[in-house]
Every structure is written in structure tokens, then in C-alpha cells.
């Protein structure tokens, strides 16, 4: 026997059903965007390692320990992207974006890629829903975005499980004192770390602060406070921020441990947080980057977004019982027995389908009871049968498969009797406006 394959580890497939929930959450949060004034944008799913190198920064773990990494044929540096912000940036730098309307205002709805441990809520391919707003430093943007994913939440009926967290990281010079001041205070207290924050203390002693293990919880309480470093400019610009929700009463909860895993963020950083245990509660996560742009060779361009994480999303609807509703059911089916009435079969599906109906044909070669019963698994609410016989006769069996009561309707006659049984409510249209 041939041997059998599964999708790699961390990888899954998204079968049908599951489906319905990705395309409510795009069609929900397109909405929104579009509301708002925002554009789509799909950046490439390779992008050259320095991309994230530079943009997320060297030491964090998605850069030093999570990419999916080759070599090109010609000994290039290549990843899978994984995350979306560091590559619309260079989007907008090879695009020339700054020559757009300002600010950029752009959306995504894409894969990523990260070679992380899988568990739950942690999967080596993850979608994400993004938006990113480019040219403008206001803290009006900042609570634009926020509020932009909130409603997002609240459509999808998830708000009363999540809380929005909420900090500041000031500029990357304030950070820099800061991580200064951590690295002290952590240095002499090392061996009550855990293992991972030993070696964050080399590398990133911010990521220490929002490390879950209790015993680093404790000594975090302690530690110096990020909110003692912020300059005047930074302070105030979140204090406007924070301003701005109260005022459109979108609640959120300060957490000065609030750190993020990417180095590019500076000021208003966040993440929706469901209220479940485990390390993996963030369905959402953004903040500004003033300075991505200029990191990747690009003019200086102020900026702030958010990306969800599409699964972890679904799984907070699962929970709550909330399912999208199902639009791929099928209304008629078409059941054909004999050569001339299969040709017939074609031409009244094809009729069908311009009218709107889901409709679905027996193709192959089975039986009539067999077609019946795929028409029945299919939960079909009528079918449309027909034989050599009727077609000579001119004539179709309409067979109501939730009684099983049966009609003859005439061949000519079919549309008519079935758009009166499926008035234009109950058929799908789309309007192909070119
Ligand atoms: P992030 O926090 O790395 O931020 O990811 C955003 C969200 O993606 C997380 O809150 C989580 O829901 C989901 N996510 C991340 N990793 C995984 C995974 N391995 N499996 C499943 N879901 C995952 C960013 O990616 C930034 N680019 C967000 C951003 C946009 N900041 C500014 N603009």
C-alpha cells in the first residue's frame, strides 16, 4: 500500500464547516473596514529574513527561534511570513505609499507562518485579520483602531468574555532606560527566574514582565515600573488615548506588564484578552511603530495597528455556543435516470442556478434509489426527478423530500413552479456590479 499523509505538524486543514466561521469573520470585519475607510491588501507570503530580522528585531523569539527559513536556489535568505506588519511596511516603502492620501489606512486577512511548540491556540499556520493605518501620529488613530476592533469583537458576540488591556512603552529611548533599570534590578535576583526569563534576562528583560510563571510574577511585582520612564510627550499622548475610550466608554483594564513579543512597538501597546487560564488568551494584539519604516529603509512614517488571531477567535465563539450560520445548504436536487434525461438534467440545473437556487445534479450512473438517498443526505428539501419516460412525456417528477409527496409538473413549466416555491428571499443572489 502506498503510504498514507497528514498535514505537518501544527498545520491543519480547513474543512466546510469550519469555513463558515473564517468567512463570517471576514465578512464582519470587512464590514467594519470598509466602514472605516480602510483598503485590503494581500503582501507576499515570502519575504527576504532581513524583512523580520530588522523590523521585529533579532532577539525576539519569533525571529530567533520561530521562522520558517530556507535558502532560495540563487543562496538568498528567505522566511514565510510570520507576521503581516514588517511586510506591509515594506509594501508601502516599494509602493511608494507615501505619495498616497495620507494616512495609509490598509487591511489583510492572511496566513502566517511560526515554527512554534503546537498546543492550543498555538498552531505553526494561523490566520490573521489585520489593519494597520500608515502616516499619522495622533492618539485620535490610536483609539480609532482600538475601537475598530472592538466593534469587530462585539459584532462576533465575544465581547462580554474578553478585556482590553492597555500600556504604554514610551520611546524606544525611554525603553532603552528602562530595560537598563530591569536588567539591574533582575541580574542579582536571577535565580529565582525561571528558566526562559535566565536567558530573557540576557536578551530581552521586558518579556520577563509579562512572563506567567508565579515565582517571576512575584519578584515582577517589585520590579521598576515602565510608567516612571515614560517622557512628557509619551505620557501625555496615552493619557489622550485612554481619554478618547473613556469617552466612547470602550472598556479597558491598564496593565503596565504589558510588553508584547515584537521590538518595532513603541507608545500604545494592546491585546484583547479572552478570560480563560493558559498563556495563549490574546485573540488580538497591536500597537504603534513609529519607527518601522525608517528601520526598513523607508521615509519616517508614524503608524499603529492590530492583527486577531483568526483561530483563537473561532475557538472563543465555539465556547460560547455561537455558530455562523450555514449557507452552503442545498435546496434541490436534480435526480436523472436513462442518456436523454441527463442532457435535460444539465440544462435545468444550469436554469436554476441563474435563478438563485442551490441545486445539485446525480452525476454518474446510480440507481434512483441511491440518487434519492444522496438527495436526502444532502437534507435537500426537494428533488426534481427525471426519467426517459418523463422527458418524452415532457413531463418532471417534483418530489417534496421532507414528505414525500410528488407532483408532476411539465418540463417547460419548471422554473416557474420552483421560483414560486423559493420566493427571491430565500435565493442567492449576487450583485455583479462590474
Ligand atoms: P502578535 O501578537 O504576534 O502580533 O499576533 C497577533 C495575534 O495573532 C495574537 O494575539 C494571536 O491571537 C494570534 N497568534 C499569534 N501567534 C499565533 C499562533 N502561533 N497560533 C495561533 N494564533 C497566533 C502581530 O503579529 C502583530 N503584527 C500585530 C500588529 C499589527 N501590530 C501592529 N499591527
Known amino acids: 500500500m502506498p503510504e498514507k499523509f497528514q498535514t505537518p505538524r501544527g498545520f491543519k486543514d480547513i474543512l466546510p464547516l469550519e469555513h463558515n466561521f473564517f468567512t463570517l469573520i471576514k465578512k464582519v470585519a470587512r464590514h467594519r473596514f470598509r466602514q472605516a475607510g480602510f483598503l485590503r491588501i494581500s503582501t507576499s507570503m515570502l519575504e527576504n529574513l532581513e524583512v523580520f530580522a530588522r523590523g521585529i528585531g533579532a532577539d525576539t523569539d519569533i525571529v530567533s527561534k520561530e521562522m520558517f527559513y530556507f535558502e532560495s536556489r540563487s543562496g538568498k535568505k528567505m522566511v514565510l511570513k510570520p507576521e503581516g506588519t514588517a511586510g506591509v511596511i515594506r509594501a508601502f516603502i516599494e509602493h511608494g505609499m507615501q505619495s498616497w492620501a495620507q494616512p495609509v489606512q490598509l487591511y489583510y486577512f492572511e496566513p502566517h507562518f511560526r515554527y512554534e511548540r503546537p498546543q492550543k491556540g498555538r498552531f505553526r499556520q494561523f490566520w490573521q485579520c ?7 501620529r495622533d492618539p485620535l488613530v490610536d483609539a480609532q483602531i482600538i475601537i475598530l476592533a472592538w466593534k469587530i469583537i462585539k ?5 462580554d468574555s474578553v478585556s482590553l488591556q492597555i500600556n504604554s512603552l514610551g520611546s524606544p529611548a525611554d525603553r532603552a532606560k528602562f530595560i537598563d533599570e530591569l ?5 542579582p535576583r536571577s535565580r529565582a527566574l525561571c528558566d526562559d526569563c ?13 512572563c ?5 510574577q512575584i519578584l515582577v511585582k517589585t520590579a521598576p515600573k515602565l510608567s516612571n520612564f515614560l517622557n512628557d510627550d509619551s505620557r501625555k499622548f496615552y493619557e489622550q488615548v485612554l481619554q478618547f475610550l473613556t469617552d466612547l466608554k470602550v472598556p479597558f483594564v491598564e496593565n503596565e506588564n504589558l510588553v508584547r513579543g515584537l521590538d518595532y512597538y513603541c507608545d500604545t501597546v494592546f491585546e484583547f484578552q ?12 497591536g500597537g504603534r ?7 526598513l529603509g523607508g521615509p519616517a512614517t508614524p503608524a499603529v495597528g492590530f492583527a486577531f488571531g483568526v483561530e483563537r477567535v473561532i475557538e472563543e465563539m465555539k465556547k460560547k455556543n455561537i455558530s455562523p450560520p450555514e449557507k452552503d445548504f442545498t435546496q434541490i436536487f436534480v435526480a436523472c435516470l436513462g442518456d436523454v434525461a441527463q ?4 440544462k435545468i440545473l444550469s436554469d436554476l442556478q441563474d435563478l438563485g437556487i442551490h441545486v445539485r445534479g446525480a452525476f454518474g450512473k446510480s440507481s434512483m434509489k441511491s440518487q434519492l438517498k444522496t438527495a436526502d443526505r444532502l437534507g435537500a428539501q426537494f428533488c426534481l426527478i427525471l426519467g426517459d419516460v418523463e422527458i418524452r412525456e415532457k413531463n418532471v417528477i417534483l418530489r417534496n423530500m421532507e414528505n414525500g409527496e410528488q407532483e408532476n409538473i411539465p418540463l417547460d413549466e419548471v422554473q416557474k413552479v420552483i421560483a414560486e416555491k423559493f420566493p427571491p428571499q430565500k435565493r442567492d443572489f449576487y450583485n455583479l456590479e462590474i
Open 212 to 216: 506567567k510563571n508565579e515565582d517571576c
Open 274 to 285: 479572552t478570560n480563560s487560564d493558559g498563556a495563549q488568551n490574546a485573540i488580538c494584539g
Open 130 to 136: 489585520c489593519a494597520e493605518v500608515l502616516g499619522a
Open 343 to 346: 442532457s435535460e438534467c444539465l
Open 198 to 210: 535566565r536567558s530573557r534576562l540576557q536578551k530581552n528583560p521586558l518579556r520577563i514582565l509579562d
Open 289 to 295: 511603530y513609529d519607527g518601522l519604516c525608517e528601520i
Open 183 to 187: 536588567h539591574n534590578f533582575f541580574e
Open 155 to 159: 459584532d462576533l458576540k465575544i465581547a
